[in-house]
Nanobody, 120 residues
Framework: QVQLVESGGGLVQAGGSLRLSCAASGRTISGYTMGWFRQAPGKEREFVASITWSGTDYPDSVKGRFTISRDNAKNTVFLQMNSLKPEDTAVYYC???????????????WGQGTQVTVSS
């Protein structure tokens, strides 16, 4: 079992930045694909970023603005979010899986989420 706890969310003005953290416990995350997803009210959960030993993936909506990274020694994953837009407002979830894919159902472990609100 892997337990994931997100932190770092909050309220920020458009154009600002936030850094989300995802602290893992129970198992080392070094062998997992780690991902970030988000879900806005009334919308489906959306892929935001993933990282494996072979690289990172982003959808076009965040590419160039968001950066995912991991510190295996600290068992932590980060999501640096720059140039935030109101449409980035959502609950952001950290997830761990075994396959490099932007599909939420392929991830086995999930955090409880952290709210990010971007004001215009």
């Amino acid at each position: 079992q892997v337990q994931l706890v997100e932190s770092g969310g909050g309220l920020v003005q458009a154009g600002g930045s936030l850094r989300l953290s995802c602290a893992a416990s129970g198992r080392t995350i070094s062998g997992y694909t780690m991902g970030w997803f988000r879900q806005a009210p009334g919308k489906e959960r959306e892929f935001v970023a993933s990282i494996t030993w072979s690289g990172t993936d982003y959808p076009d909506s965040v590419k160039g603005r968001f950066t995912i990274s991991r510190d295996n020694a600290k068992n932590t994953v980060f999501l640096q979010m720059n140039s935030l837009k109101p449409e980035d407002t959502a609950v952001y979830y950290c997830a761990a899986g075994s396959i490099r894919a932007p599909v939420s159902r392929l991830y086995h472990y999930w955090g409880q989420g952290t709210q990010v609100t971007v004001s215009s």
